[in-house]
Protein backbone atom coordinates (compact mmCIF):
# COMPACT_ATOMS: atom_id res chain seq x y z
CA UNK A 1 0.00 0.00 0.00
CA UNK A 2 0.97 3.88 -0.67
CA UNK A 3 2.52 4.57 2.71
CA UNK A 4 2.28 8.56 3.36
CA UNK A 5 1.99 8.26 7.25
CA UNK A 6 4.25 5.49 8.50
CA UNK A 7 7.27 3.85 7.39
CA UNK A 8 7.42 -0.15 7.66
CA UNK A 9 11.10 -2.26 7.58
CA UNK A 10 11.34 -5.80 8.06
CA UNK A 11 14.72 -7.15 9.54
CA UNK A 12 15.93 -10.28 11.51
CA UNK A 13 12.15 -11.58 11.87
CA UNK A 14 10.85 -8.15 13.43
CA UNK A 15 9.01 -5.72 11.63
CA UNK A 16 8.88 -2.45 12.41
CA UNK A 17 5.68 0.13 11.67
CA UNK A 18 7.20 3.63 12.64
CA UNK A 19 4.07 6.97 12.84
CA UNK A 20 5.60 8.94 10.43
CA UNK A 21 3.90 12.48 11.21
CA UNK A 22 7.01 13.98 13.20
CA UNK A 23 5.63 17.91 11.95
CA UNK A 24 2.62 16.81 14.16
CA UNK A 25 4.05 15.28 16.96
CA UNK A 26 3.13 11.38 15.37
CA UNK A 27 -1.07 12.40 15.86
CA UNK A 28 -2.59 9.84 14.77
CA UNK A 29 -5.38 10.76 12.34
CA UNK A 30 -7.88 7.90 10.81
CA UNK A 31 -5.88 7.52 7.33
CA UNK A 32 -2.85 6.61 9.81
CA UNK A 33 -4.78 4.24 11.73
CA UNK A 34 -5.61 2.27 8.63
CA UNK A 35 -1.96 2.01 7.72
CA UNK A 36 -1.06 1.05 10.86
CA UNK A 37 -3.73 -1.57 10.82
CA UNK A 38 -2.89 -2.68 6.76
CA UNK A 39 1.42 -3.09 8.46
CA UNK A 40 -0.10 -4.94 11.36
CA UNK A 41 -2.16 -7.05 9.02
CA UNK A 42 0.97 -7.76 6.91
CA UNK A 43 2.84 -8.46 9.88
CA UNK A 44 0.43 -11.04 11.16
CA UNK A 45 0.71 -12.88 7.86
CA UNK A 46 4.27 -12.97 7.33
CA UNK A 47 5.54 -16.54 8.64
CA UNK A 48 9.46 -15.08 8.84
CA UNK A 49 7.95 -12.11 11.03
CA UNK A 50 8.31 -13.25 14.73
CA UNK A 51 7.60 -9.79 16.73
CA UNK A 52 6.48 -6.14 16.10
CA UNK A 53 7.72 -2.49 16.58
CA UNK A 54 5.92 0.09 16.75
CA UNK A 55 7.53 3.25 17.58
CA UNK A 56 7.46 7.19 16.39
CA UNK A 57 9.14 9.00 13.97
CA UNK A 58 11.55 12.01 15.23
CA UNK A 59 12.82 12.13 18.89
CA UNK A 60 10.27 14.11 20.24
CA UNK A 61 7.21 11.95 20.47
CA UNK A 62 5.71 8.37 19.86
CA UNK A 63 2.28 9.73 19.40
CA UNK A 64 0.47 12.70 21.07
CA UNK A 65 -2.52 11.30 20.12
CA UNK A 66 -5.88 11.46 17.84
CA UNK A 67 -5.04 14.16 15.40
CA UNK A 68 -7.35 17.02 16.72
CA UNK A 69 -7.81 18.21 13.66
CA UNK A 70 -9.66 15.51 12.13
CA UNK A 71 -11.63 15.91 15.61
CA UNK A 72 -13.02 19.05 14.92
CA UNK A 73 -16.61 19.43 14.16
CA UNK A 74 -17.30 15.89 14.11
CA UNK A 75 -20.51 14.69 14.44
CA UNK A 76 -21.88 11.91 17.01
CA UNK A 77 -21.91 9.12 14.51
CA UNK A 78 -18.76 10.37 12.99
CA UNK A 79 -16.93 10.80 16.90
CA UNK A 80 -18.64 6.89 17.24
CA UNK A 81 -16.52 5.62 14.11
CA UNK A 82 -13.61 7.44 14.91
CA UNK A 83 -13.37 5.56 18.22
CA UNK A 84 -14.38 2.24 16.98
CA UNK A 85 -11.49 3.02 14.51
CA UNK A 86 -9.16 3.53 17.09
CA UNK A 87 -10.42 0.58 19.35
CA UNK A 88 -10.59 -1.61 16.36
CA UNK A 89 -6.78 -0.75 16.17
CA UNK A 90 -5.80 -1.53 19.76
CA UNK A 91 -7.61 -4.54 19.42
CA UNK A 92 -6.14 -5.98 16.34
CA UNK A 93 -2.93 -5.43 17.95
CA UNK A 94 -4.30 -7.55 21.26
CA UNK A 95 -5.60 -10.21 18.74
CA UNK A 96 -2.24 -10.34 16.55
CA UNK A 97 -0.74 -13.47 17.74
CA UNK A 98 2.58 -12.41 17.82
CA UNK A 99 4.38 -9.83 20.37
CA UNK A 100 3.96 -6.25 19.94
CA UNK A 101 6.73 -4.20 21.58
CA UNK A 102 6.02 -0.59 22.00
CA UNK A 103 9.12 1.83 21.64
CA UNK A 104 8.01 4.69 23.04
CA UNK A 105 10.39 7.40 21.93
CA UNK A 106 8.65 10.60 24.13
CA UNK A 107 5.58 11.59 24.59
CA UNK A 108 2.67 8.69 24.68
CA UNK A 109 -0.52 10.71 24.98
CA UNK A 110 -4.30 10.54 24.73
CA UNK A 111 -4.15 7.49 21.57
CA UNK A 112 -1.19 7.63 21.71
CA UNK A 113 -1.00 6.01 25.12
CA UNK A 114 -3.94 3.85 24.03
CA UNK A 115 -2.13 2.39 21.34
CA UNK A 116 0.75 1.82 23.43
CA UNK A 117 -0.96 0.26 25.98
CA UNK A 118 -2.56 -2.34 23.57
CA UNK A 119 0.66 -3.78 22.98
CA UNK A 120 2.16 -6.60 24.95
CA UNK A 121 5.68 -4.56 25.97
CA UNK A 122 6.72 -0.90 26.76
CA UNK A 123 10.00 0.32 26.37
CA UNK A 124 10.36 4.11 27.01
CA UNK A 125 12.91 6.26 26.54
CA UNK A 126 13.97 8.19 29.86
CA UNK A 127 12.99 11.72 28.17
CA UNK A 128 9.17 10.01 27.64
CA UNK A 129 5.68 11.45 29.28
CA UNK A 130 2.18 9.57 29.20
CA UNK A 131 -1.01 10.71 30.02
CA UNK A 132 -4.52 11.00 28.51
CA UNK A 133 -5.12 14.97 28.43
CA UNK A 134 -8.19 14.66 26.49
CA UNK A 135 -9.97 16.74 29.74
CA UNK A 136 -8.23 19.42 28.81
CA UNK A 137 -10.09 20.07 25.99
CA UNK A 138 -13.29 18.70 26.70
CA UNK A 139 -13.14 14.63 25.73
CA UNK A 140 -12.64 11.70 26.93
CA UNK A 141 -10.14 9.08 26.27
CA UNK A 142 -11.72 7.36 22.99
CA UNK A 143 -9.02 4.55 21.91
CA UNK A 144 -9.76 2.18 25.43
CA UNK A 145 -8.03 4.20 27.80
CA UNK A 146 -11.25 4.36 30.07
CA UNK A 147 -10.48 0.42 29.78
CA UNK A 148 -7.09 -0.57 29.66
CA UNK A 149 -5.63 2.20 32.22
CA UNK A 150 -7.17 0.90 35.04
CA UNK A 151 -6.32 -2.34 34.34
CA UNK A 152 -2.45 -1.19 35.14
CA UNK A 153 -2.55 1.27 37.13
CA UNK A 154 -6.04 0.68 39.62
CA UNK A 155 -9.09 2.80 39.14
CA UNK A 156 -7.83 5.49 41.71
CA UNK A 157 -4.93 6.13 39.36
CA UNK A 158 -6.49 6.10 36.33
CA UNK A 159 -8.94 8.92 37.69
CA UNK A 160 -6.45 11.08 38.92
CA UNK A 161 -5.08 10.84 34.75
CA UNK A 162 -8.42 10.51 33.10
CA UNK A 163 -9.76 13.82 35.37
CA UNK A 164 -6.87 15.86 35.34
CA UNK A 165 -4.83 14.93 31.94
CA UNK A 166 -1.78 15.09 33.98
CA UNK A 167 1.33 13.78 32.28
CA UNK A 168 3.74 11.44 34.14
CA UNK A 169 7.35 11.18 33.60
CA UNK A 170 8.63 7.65 32.47
CA UNK A 171 10.01 6.57 36.06
CA UNK A 172 6.55 7.28 37.38
CA UNK A 173 5.18 5.29 34.52
CA UNK A 174 7.65 2.46 34.93
CA UNK A 175 7.02 2.44 38.93
CA UNK A 176 2.99 2.63 38.37
CA UNK A 177 3.60 -0.63 36.23
CA UNK A 178 2.91 0.72 32.55
CA UNK A 179 5.81 0.43 31.03
CA UNK A 180 8.29 -2.80 31.22
CA UNK A 181 12.03 -0.62 30.94
CA UNK A 182 13.55 2.71 30.99
CA UNK A 183 16.13 3.17 28.93
CA UNK A 184 18.49 6.54 28.15
CA UNK A 185 17.24 8.17 24.69
CA UNK A 186 20.12 7.36 22.71
CA UNK A 187 19.82 3.57 23.38
CA UNK A 188 16.51 3.19 23.08
CA UNK A 189 16.60 1.24 19.37
CA UNK A 190 19.14 -0.85 20.43
CA UNK A 191 17.58 -2.06 23.64
CA UNK A 192 14.40 -3.12 21.81
CA UNK A 193 15.73 -4.92 19.20
CA UNK A 194 17.57 -6.72 22.20
CA UNK A 195 14.19 -7.28 23.34
CA UNK A 196 12.61 -7.99 19.88
CA UNK A 197 15.43 -10.58 19.04
CA UNK A 198 15.00 -12.48 22.66
CA UNK A 199 11.50 -12.90 21.63
CA UNK A 200 11.91 -13.82 18.15
CA UNK A 201 13.79 -16.64 19.36
CA UNK A 202 11.22 -18.12 21.42
CA UNK A 203 9.04 -20.93 20.08
CA UNK A 204 5.68 -18.82 18.35
CA UNK A 205 2.71 -21.22 19.01
CA UNK A 206 3.89 -20.81 22.86
CA UNK A 207 3.92 -17.39 22.79
CA UNK A 208 0.50 -17.02 20.90
CA UNK A 209 -1.34 -19.08 23.20
CA UNK A 210 -0.09 -17.37 26.77
CA UNK A 211 -0.65 -13.95 25.00
CA UNK A 212 -3.79 -14.89 24.44
CA UNK A 213 -4.78 -16.45 28.04
CA UNK A 214 -3.23 -13.27 29.48
CA UNK A 215 -5.28 -10.81 27.90
CA UNK A 216 -8.13 -13.09 28.77
CA UNK A 217 -7.25 -12.97 32.28
CA UNK A 218 -8.66 -10.32 33.61
CA UNK A 219 -12.27 -10.72 32.24
CA UNK A 220 -12.59 -14.93 32.41
CA UNK A 221 -13.64 -16.52 35.52
CA UNK A 222 -10.63 -18.60 37.20
CA UNK A 223 -12.20 -21.77 36.85
CA UNK A 224 -12.80 -20.69 33.00
CA UNK A 225 -9.07 -19.63 32.72
CA UNK A 226 -7.89 -22.38 34.19
CA UNK A 227 -9.58 -25.26 31.74
CA UNK A 228 -8.38 -22.86 28.76
CA UNK A 229 -5.09 -22.90 30.70
CA UNK A 230 -5.06 -26.40 30.23
CA UNK A 231 -6.19 -26.97 26.88
CA UNK A 232 -3.68 -24.52 25.60
CA UNK A 233 -0.78 -26.40 27.59
CA UNK A 234 -1.76 -29.47 25.99
CA UNK A 235 -1.99 -27.83 22.52
CA UNK A 236 1.54 -26.79 23.52
CA UNK A 237 3.19 -29.67 24.82
CA UNK A 238 2.31 -31.70 20.97
CA UNK A 239 4.16 -29.28 19.07
CA UNK A 240 7.57 -30.09 17.23
CA UNK A 241 8.92 -26.77 19.26
CA UNK A 242 8.46 -28.79 22.54
CA UNK A 243 9.76 -31.85 21.34
CA UNK A 244 12.75 -29.51 19.94
CA UNK A 245 13.13 -27.94 23.14
CA UNK A 246 13.66 -30.52 25.41
CA UNK A 247 16.37 -32.18 22.91
CA UNK A 248 18.15 -29.10 23.24
CA UNK A 249 17.52 -29.29 26.61
CA UNK A 250 19.36 -32.61 27.09
CA UNK A 251 22.19 -32.22 24.16
CA UNK A 252 22.93 -28.74 26.12
CA UNK A 253 22.43 -26.58 22.94
CA UNK A 254 20.25 -23.64 21.80
CA UNK A 255 16.96 -24.90 20.94
CA UNK A 256 16.18 -23.70 17.02
CA UNK A 257 11.86 -23.01 17.44
CA UNK A 258 10.07 -23.52 14.10
CA UNK A 259 6.47 -22.59 15.06
CA UNK A 260 5.26 -26.02 14.41
N1 LIG B 1 -3.37 16.49 17.04
C1 LIG B 1 -3.00 17.25 16.00
N2 LIG B 1 -1.86 17.97 16.00
C2 LIG B 1 -1.08 17.89 17.10
C3 LIG B 1 -1.41 17.10 18.21
C4 LIG B 1 -2.62 16.35 18.15
N3 LIG B 1 -3.01 15.53 19.12
N4 LIG B 1 -0.44 17.23 19.14
C5 LIG B 1 0.47 18.07 18.62
N5 LIG B 1 0.09 18.47 17.39
C6 LIG B 1 0.78 19.39 16.49
C7 LIG B 1 0.57 20.84 16.92
O1 LIG B 1 -0.66 21.33 16.45
C8 LIG B 1 1.79 21.50 16.30
O2 LIG B 1 1.50 21.69 14.94
P1 LIG B 1 1.84 23.12 14.23
O3 LIG B 1 3.35 23.20 14.30
O4 LIG B 1 1.32 22.96 12.84
O5 LIG B 1 1.17 24.16 15.03
C9 LIG B 1 2.87 20.41 16.39
O6 LIG B 1 2.18 19.18 16.58
C10 LIG B 1 3.81 20.62 17.55
O7 LIG B 1 3.02 20.73 18.73
P2 LIG B 1 3.22 21.92 19.79
O8 LIG B 1 3.68 23.16 19.11
O9 LIG B 1 1.96 22.02 20.60
O10 LIG B 1 4.42 21.33 20.65
P3 LIG B 1 4.71 21.55 22.20
O11 LIG B 1 6.03 20.94 22.44
O12 LIG B 1 4.50 22.96 22.57
O13 LIG B 1 3.59 20.68 22.96
C11 LIG B 1 2.23 18.75 23.37
C12 LIG B 1 3.56 19.29 22.81
C13 LIG B 1 2.22 18.92 24.89
C14 LIG B 1 2.16 17.27 23.01
C15 LIG B 1 1.04 19.51 22.76
O14 LIG B 1 1.20 19.52 21.33
C16 LIG B 1 -0.30 18.94 23.06
O15 LIG B 1 -0.83 19.15 24.14
N6 LIG B 1 -0.89 18.18 22.10
C17 LIG B 1 -2.20 17.64 22.26
C18 LIG B 1 -2.15 16.38 23.07
C19 LIG B 1 -3.55 15.82 23.25
O16 LIG B 1 -4.44 16.50 23.70
N7 LIG B 1 -3.72 14.52 22.91
C20 LIG B 1 -4.99 13.88 22.98
C21 LIG B 1 -5.68 13.98 21.67
S1 LIG B 1 -7.36 13.43 21.75
C22 LIG B 1 -7.27 11.74 21.79
O17 LIG B 1 -6.21 11.15 21.70
C23 LIG B 1 -8.59 11.05 21.98
C24 LIG B 1 -8.49 9.58 22.03
O18 LIG B 1 -8.50 8.97 23.05
C25 LIG B 1 -8.44 8.83 20.79
Redesign the pocket.
Known amino acids: MESRNTLYEKSEKIATITINRP???N???AETAKEIMARLEDAKNDENIRVIVITGAGD??F?????????KDVTPVKGVE??RL?QQLCDQIEALGKPVIAAING?A??????LAMACDLRIASENA?L????I??G???????TQRLPRFVGKAIAKEMIFT?K?IDAKTAERLGLLNAVVPADQLKSKVKEFALELAGKPPIAIKLSKALINNSTETHPDVGMWQEAEAFGIVASTEDFKEGVSAFLEKRKPQFKGK
Not at 109 to 114: A, D, K, Q, S, V
Open positions: KALALNRASAGADLKMMLSGYFGGGLEQGQPENVLIPGWGGGR
